[in-house]
């Protein structure tokens, strides 16, 4: 199983980004995938998840309202808009996926948003 995160870059404060993650390989029916992401000197934060099976989300409180996750199942892919962006958003973003608990995480995509 392979994840391949793409779609960061700087933004002024305010601004939005999408961010993708592709999924490939062999992989069950049945798995979450979310977004995580560290910024330098912090420990890794997980922003928001999605289920496959049932579109079931979950965001973290300090992006709840400006970022939403969704997911294309026939292009296996997950997408992170992310709107409103604050400095404080600034982070490597890592896409993460878990099937049977096992976890799979895609190379990180890095965020910056200037004030």
């Known amino acids: 199983v392979q994840l391949q995160a793409s779609g960061g870059g700087l933004v002024q404060y305010g601004g939005s980004l999408r961010l993708s993650c592709k999924i490939s390989g062999d992989i069950k029916d049945y798995y979450t995938i979310g977004w995580i992401r560290q910024a330098p000197g912090k420990e890794r934060e997980r922003v928001a998840c999605?289920?496959?099976?049932?579109?079931?989300?979950h965001y973290d409180v300090s992006v709840e309202g400006r970022f939403t996750i969704d997911r294309d199942n026939a292009k296996n892919t997950v997408y992170l808009q992310m709107n409103s962006l604050k400095p404080e958003d600034t982070a490597v973003y890592y896409c993460l996926l878990n099937a049977g608990g096992v976890n799979y995480w895609g190379q990180g995509t890095q965020v910056t948003v200037s004030s």
């Open positions: 999605i289920s496959r099976r049932d579109g079931g989300t």
